[in-house]
């Protein structure tokens, strides 16, 4: 008689999306005046705010990541995390530390996600700039794995590592997908990769869409 045997069946947890938000810690508020906030700049850091996600990873497993945002954006950026979560969207590095700690502790690759830092526009591979502040400066944009998703103007990048992206026709991972499009949108915010003209900001995200 031929025996089957019953194999126990394994169930694989997965980790819940959490989210929260607060205030800037002190040390955090300490660590971002002078190098990415001055007196001067379109929002106080009393408006801005630490929102702390659940994101996957580019090693298939779930993370926790930290931006900082405008306190006018945070409960809806939730929502949009949420929703990246759901659809699995891998983020390379999107720790405090990666975007505002000492040079030599950011990762190598520059392949950083990133949130509120007070600086202008950035002007474009065509040389370009409005010279306005950048909706960085308000905490009102985000900035998803720049590598995958680079800035480009007149058919270059700034990004060496990124000029492999420029090919949008060919999905790789951690490419801004039409999902991560509309989760976005769902919220009222724009997508740089939508811009008319030959400059496209694929990593870039905002209230604005600018």
């Not at 955090?28 to 702390?52: D, H």
């Not at 949008?168 to 499009?181: D, E, I, Y």
Request: hydrophobic share 35%.
């Amino acid at each position: 008689m031929l025996r089957v045997l019953a194999l126990p069946l394994v169930v694989v947890a997965v980790q819940p999306y959490s989210s929260t938000v607060r205030p800037l810690p002190a040390p955090l508020k300490a660590n971002l005046e002078g190098r990415f906030w001055q007196p001067g700049c379109p929002v106080p850091l009393s408006r801005l705010r630490l929102l702390t996600v659940s994101h996957w990873g580019f090693d298939g497993r779930p993370h926790t990541g930290q931006l900082v945002v405008n306190q006018d954006v945070a409960a809806p950026l939730r929502t949009v995390f949420r929703r990246l979560y759901r659809l699995r969207f891998p983020i390379r590095h999107m720790r405090l530390v990666d975007a505002y700690g000492p040079r030599r502790a950011r990762p190598a690759d520059g392949d950083v996600s990133g949130s509120f830092v007070c600086r202008k526009a950035v002007p474009s591979p065509c040389g370009t700039g409005s010279g306005s502040w950048s909706n960085h400066a308000y905490g009102h944009a985000i900035d998803l794995n720049p590598v995958e998703n680079p800035y480009v103007g007149c058919g270059r990048s700034h990004s060496r590592a990124g000029a492999r992206y420029m090919d949008r026709s060919r999905l790789r991972k951690g490419m801004v997908t039409p999902a991560v499009v509309q989760a976005f949108r769902s919220i009222g915010w724009g997508w740089g990769g939508d811009w008319t003209g030959r400059t496209k900001d694929y990593m870039h995200f905002s209230t604005t869409g600018r």
